[in-house]
């Protein structure tokens, strides 16, 4: 029985960790030559989300993409792409399900062997369940590079945080993180 409580807990440990994992994918236009984009300027989301993740996403993109020799012109310039992030959040709920008491349940096999009309165990309580509900929050971020002379987006990296943070030191992390994963496919082969 002991080992069965321990295998449970590991197991729901691992499924919390998944739960809140991050999931990063991106795509490109395979005809697209992306040797030849050298510099790229931000350009105001329709849709940017929280105001307040512009000062991690911005900073974040700029240090990957310096990192691979692309620079930043501000605006009046003519940059090769255009940038634009944009954040969506979504609440959610989980619920959360145990059982709590002992024995096999209620109905009338639950006796020690015998037919047993009350429907509980003698002196064991019946197995009742509790659901507890957790709610959480959902976000997406999104980053899009359009290549300015064809209009066209050319290349997206989106990442999906299962649970955002209510801290905006953990949130800037998160989206370090996400924004480091779109990268490591940049430029594509």
């Not at 197991?11 to 991106?26: D, E, P, R, W, Y």
């Not at 940017?48 to 310096?66: K, Y």
């Not at 989980?94 to 639950?110: K, L, Q, R, V």
Request: hydrophobic fraction near 35%; charge should be neutral; aromatic fraction near 10%.
């Amino acid at each position: 029985m002991k080992r069965l409580q321990v295998s449970a807990a590991g197991l729901s440990l691992l499924v919390c960790f998944a739960a809140f994992g991050q999931t990063v994918k991106v795509n490109w236009n395979a005809k697209t030559q992306f040797a030849k984009y050298k510099t790229y300027s931000w350009k105001a989301s329709a849709n940017p989300g929280n105001p307040l993740f512009a000062q991690w996403v911005q900073p974040d993109v700029d240090d990957q993409l310096a990192a691979r020799g692309i620079q930043i012109l501000y605006p009046g310039q003519n940059p090769d792409l255009y940038l634009i992030y944009s954040i969506h959040t979504l609440e959610t709920e989980d619920a959360t399900t145990t059982m709590e008491g002992y024995g096999w349940g209620d109905g009338p096999w639950t006796g020690w062997g015998g037919w047993n009309t009350d429907g509980e165990t003698e002196g064991v309580p019946a197995v009742g369940t509790v659901t507890t509900d957790h709610p959480r929050t959902l976000g997406i971020l999104t980053v899009d590079m359009v290549d300015v002379k064809k209009k066209v987006v050319v290349w997206r990296g989106q990442g999906t945080v299962e649970h955002m943070s209510k801290s905006d030191r953990k949130d800037a992390e998160q989206v370090k993180k996400i924004v480091v994963k779109m990268f490591q496919q940049f430029p594509p082969k």
